[in-house]
């Protein structure tokens, strides 16, 4: 099985930036398409950003040259930079690994924009 364990969450205003990551282990990192997930309370669950295991990326359009995903396969780790953060971005940010045998998600972590 994988096991996903996300951190960088945290409180920042708006404007500001975060770095998410998402540590990997088990399975066979370097293969799986990794996806970044985010939910505010009292709404869905929403896909923010996809990363194939050959770096191609994708985005919702809400944040869409704000943020960026990337994965570094040496370390087992997938990352989301967060820059020029809004009050909407405020959620639980989820880290799944699309795998052969289902997916797989993290614990999540908090991220909340406030001034």
């Known amino acids: 099985q994988v096991q996903l364990v996300e951190s ?22 370097s293969i799986y ?12 669950r929403e896909l923010v950003a996809t990363i194939t295991s050959g770096g191609s990326a994708n985005y919702a359009d809400s944040v ?9 396969n040496a370390k087992n780790t997938m990352y989301l930079q967060m820059n020029s953060l809004k009050p909407e971005d405020t959620a639980v940010y989820y880290c799944n690994a699309d795998t052969k045998r289902g997916d797989y998600w993290g614990q ?7 001034s």
């Open 33 to 44: 398409t990794m996806v970044w997930y985010r939910q505010a309370p009292g709404k869905q």
């Open 64 to 72: 869409k040259g704000r943020f960026t995903i990337s994965r570094d």
């Open 8 to 29: 960088g969450g945290g409180l920042v205003q708006p404007g500001g930036s975060l770095r998410l990551s998402c540590a990997a282990s088990g399975g066979i990192f």
């Open 108 to 114: 999540g972590t908090q991220v909340t924009v406030s």
